[in-house]
Nanobody, 125 residues
């Protein structure tokens, strides 16, 4: 069983930055591949970024490429998402997720077996 707790969301002006963290319970390195997703009000949850188990491989949605950076620290069982050059369309609830059976990058939501409760990111224009 893995529990994920996100933190770091908030309100920021367009062009600003935020840093999100996701702390996982369990033994270090037990979370497998990790990812971030987001859900805007009235819309489906969408993929944002993913990172493989070692942390050497990453993948981003086109909408955030070049602005967001995902990273992880397996010793601390924590994954991070740095959000730069934020836009109003980045507003939403951001969720981290763990795909414990996978070590490679995972994009599909269905392959993630544990989810955090989400943290709100609001970008004002």
């Amino acid at each position: 069983q893995v529990q994920l707790v996100e933190s770091g969301g908030g309100l920021v002006q367009a062009g600003g930055s935020l840093s999100l963290s996701c702390a996982a319970s369990g033994r270090p390195g037990s979370t497998g591949a990790m990812g971030w997703f987001r859900q805007a009000s009235g819309k489906d949850r969408e993929f944002v970024a993913a990172i493989n188990y070692s942390g050497e491989g990453t993948h981003y949605a086109d909408s955030v490429k070049g602005r967001f950076t995902i990273s992880r620290d397996n010793a601390k069982n924590t994954v991070y998402l740095q959000l730069n050059s934020l836009k109003p369309e980045d507003t939403g609830v951001y969720f981290c997720a763990a795909a414990t059976r996978w070590h490679n990058i995972v994009v599909f939501q269905a392959l993630y077996d544990y989810w955090g409760q989400g943290t709100q990111v609001t970008v004002s224009s």
